[in-house]
């Protein structure tokens, strides 16, 4: 099967995500779609042919957001964290962590899969470094935590 360089961009151009409903823009970059099943190989006395493998633990790794700043995406993502901030102690009690669903959209923005992650929290938001002397992009960083999306 050859891969074009229309199919190679459409995979990777462009995505959208929303948690508990709230709309929280588009990104330039997503780390951490990843599932590892951890299995576990356990040797039984008298098999010398092979070692029976048995399910393990499933991981999924953090999901790490980042693109430049804007006004209207950047006020969503603080919006959705203040929230997020105040029932953050009795988390339990408000429902615990909501859904988030990543969309990513080709480059004529036809949507070509979905992710939707459980249980999601806030793990970190980074800002910004401020430099007056450099000429950056002001760049933000979301990190989520999760329960999976298998």
Not at 15 to 27: I, K, N, P, R, Y
């Amino acid at each position: 099967m050859a891969i074009t360089l229309n199919t190679m961009l459409a995979l990777t151009a462009r995505f959208h995500v929303t948690v508990e409903g709230m709309d929280l823009g588009g990104w330039a970059r997503c780390q951490g779609l990843e599932v590892k099943f951890n299995s576990k190989a356990q040797p039984e006395g008298g098999n010398y042919q092979y070692e029976t493998i048995l399910p393990g633990e499933i991981k999924y790794s953090n999901v790490v957001l980042q693109r430049a700043i804007n006004k209207n995406d950047t006020e969503l993502v603080l919006s959705w964290l203040r929230q997020r901030a105040e029932t953050w102690v009795n988390a339990s009690a408000s429902g615990g962590g909501g859904t988030a669903t990543i969309v990513l959209f080709d480059s004529r923005g036809t949507e070509v899969t979905r992710w939707m992650l459980r249980n999601v929290y806030p793990e970190s938001w980074k800002g910004p470094d401020l430099d007056a002397m450099s000429a950056g992009v002001a760049m933000e960083q979301l990190v989520l935590v999760h329960e999976g999306f298998l």
